[in-house]
């Protein structure tokens, strides 16, 4: 058989032709502007990104802040960043830190520190909603300020069309009742006053609030709780069933329950108002179910008591108004503990509701939502908070919280022009604001001038919020504040589920709260 050479066929190039180039490029250009212009509608009427560079509506959200961790307890807290440079350009870097107050152990840090300052809380804004939904209560909202309609405020929505809405010592009230928050929005709105798993080390400086640290919890009268110096985290119940001790928080000596907030100047503290709406939360470990265990709370001149009883699961509530006899309000059983296991004791004052909640178990009582239906008020009384019982078992992650307070009165010493001495009345399309950080935000409480409205129309009315200016409603946190790479991304959904905190700012507009 003769060899023969096989020859690999090679195909054959075309030319392009100018006109193919020609149709490449217009199809690129075409494919680019759908885009945009896709972009563009999105951004426009779907979603938009801001940034917030204040703090009035901190610790939901913030603006540019320090991020601290106290030098004495370790317990991390926020202080916002002031400039006199209002727009979206934060002058971020290193700069001097002010005087600032731990809220938990009470240590003021003294200022003069050179400390970074961080950007604000980046969210994603949902612009469409409100065509098709109308605007609840407690939503964080993004809308124009009526004033100055080119920039963009957030604040929480408070009051709808229609609605005639009052602050009485730091609640809301609408039509003469109060409005009860959301369980997911009030986890949101707790501050801490005082967490005893963050003990201070140098014990002896005069710096937690004006003297020496000591544990803000202390025994009445004869005392069978024992707190070990060594391992003062855990606090120590030893005698018989009948024995009952009572350990006191003393507001004197710890933090106490003005709605001063440490994202704030130091400089106002003394000068806020008592919050009454108080929470007491810890983690029980019982030896053996012998015995009770109890938490006080008083609301001016009541003390309401609940107490479980370790061998039947019986609570028991009571309330005391003044010196005289307690009152039976409910008397239930829920469940009965389990001995050497871990749990969770909870009792709540807030709103004019009790909620008790002892290891999966939760208790509920309606105080009354009439303004006085929870004590005759008395906005100057500091709330009292004690733990009780008897028997053997353990007590760890002590833990104390106050609510948000809508205060009468700015840091800036302003009393408020709204909704605080008589009741505020909302017209058709109109909406209350307000901003979490109560004491140190701008909002309808505050506002002195018209509603800039369209030409021809009339003015919008002093402080309310327009319909025609809602811009939409926050969706999540997607960047936080001091978010640094490679680290955990506390992604937080607004405002009504999961961890959330404030934003400010936008690609083109300024996104202002004051």
Request: proline share 7%; net charge neutral.
């Given at each position: ?6 020859k ?32 563009f ?73 050179v ?12 612009k ?7 605007p609840?209560r ?25 609605e005639?809405?009052q ?29 005893n798993d963050?003990?201070?080390v140098?014990?002896y ?5 004006k ?8 025994p ?44 704030n100047s ?10 009454s ?16 265990i ?27 108004v ?22 969770l ?9 009790l ?7 939760k ?6 939502r ?34 948000t ?7 800036r010493?302003?009393p ?28 309808c409480?505050?506002w ?28 999540f ?16 959904i607004?405002?009504n589920?999961?961890q959330?905190r ?9 996104l202002?709260?004051?």
């Amino acid at each position: 058989m003769s060899d023969s050479k096989i020859k690999k066929s090679k195909s054959v190039k075309q030319p392009h032709t100018k006109k193919d180039r020609a149709t490449e490029i217009a199809n690129i250009f075409e494919w680019l502007i759908t885009a945009f212009i896709l972009a563009f509608v999105f951004r426009a009427f779907v979603m938009e990104a801001f940034r917030i560079p204040t703090g009035s509506m901190a610790d939901t959200l913030k603006g540019a802040h320090f991020r601290l961790r106290c030098r004495q307890c370790g317990y991390k807290y926020d202080y916002g960043f002031s400039s006199s440079n209002s727009n979206d350009n934060i002058p971020l870097g290193y700069k001097k830190l002010p005087a600032t107050h731990c809220q938990s152990c009470g240590y003021y840090q003294p200022p003069g520190e050179v400390m970074p300052v961080v950007n604000g809380d980046r969210i994603l804004v949902l612009k469409c909603i409100y065509q098709f939904f109308e605007p609840k209560r407690w939503d964080v909202i993004v809308f124009k300020n009526p004033p100055d309609p080119d920039v963009n405020y957030i604040k929480r929505l408070i009051g709808l069309p229609g609605e005639s809405l009052q602050i009485i010592d730091g609640d809301i009230y609408i039509d003469g009742q109060i409005v009860r928050k959301p369980p997911k929005v009030q986890n949101e709105l707790w501050m801490s006053v005082y967490d005893n798993d963050y003990q201070p080390v140098d014990k002896y400086s005069p710096l937690y609030n004006k003297h020496r640290w000591e544990l803000p919890f202390k025994p009445v009268g004869t005392s069978y709780w024992q707190i070990d110096e060594t391992n003062p985290l855990l606090f120590r119940m030893d005698s018989s069933p009948e024995q009952v001790s009572t350990l006191e928080y003393d507001p004197s000596i710890g933090n106490n329950f003005r709605t001063a907030y440490s994202y704030n100047s130091v400089n106002h503290y003394d000068d806020m108002p008592y919050c009454s709406d108080v929470m007491l939360r810890f983690y029980c470990r019982a030896d053996e179910l012998q015995g009770r265990i109890g938490i006080g709370l008083s609301k001016y001149d009541t003390m309401y008591k609940a107490e479980v009883s370790l061998s039947s699961g019986t609570l028991v509530v009571t309330k005391q108004v003044n010196d005289g006899q307690p009152i039976l309000l409910d008397e239930v059983i829920i469940e009965q503990p389990k001995a050497n296991k871990l749990t969770l004791v909870k009792f709540v004052n807030v709103d004019h509701q009790l909620i008790f909640e002892f290891g999966g178990n939760k208790w509920t009582y309606d105080l009354g939502r009439g303004p006085e239906d929870a004590g005759q008020i008395k906005e100057n009384t500091q709330p009292k908070m004690e733990i009780f019982g008897s028997g053997k078992f353990t007590l760890s992650h002590v833990a104390v919280f106050r609510d948000t307070h809508y205060t009468s009165e700015a840091t800036r010493g302003r009393p408020a022009e709204r909704a605080t001495e008589e009741p505020f009345k909302l017209g058709k399309d109109e909406y209350f604001v307000l901003g979490d950080n109560s004491p140190n935000s701008e909002d309808c409480r505050w506002w002195r001038d018209l509603g800039i409205a369209n030409t021809g129309l009339e003015p919008y009315r002093v402080g309310i919020v327009p319909r025609d200016y809602l811009v939409g409603k926050a969706l999540f946190v997607y960047w936080p504040g001091g978010f640094r790479p490679f680290s955990k991304f506390p992604l937080g959904i607004i405002p009504n589920i999961g961890q959330m905190r404030f934003i400010y700012g936008g690609s083109n507009k300024t996104l202002l709260d004051n």
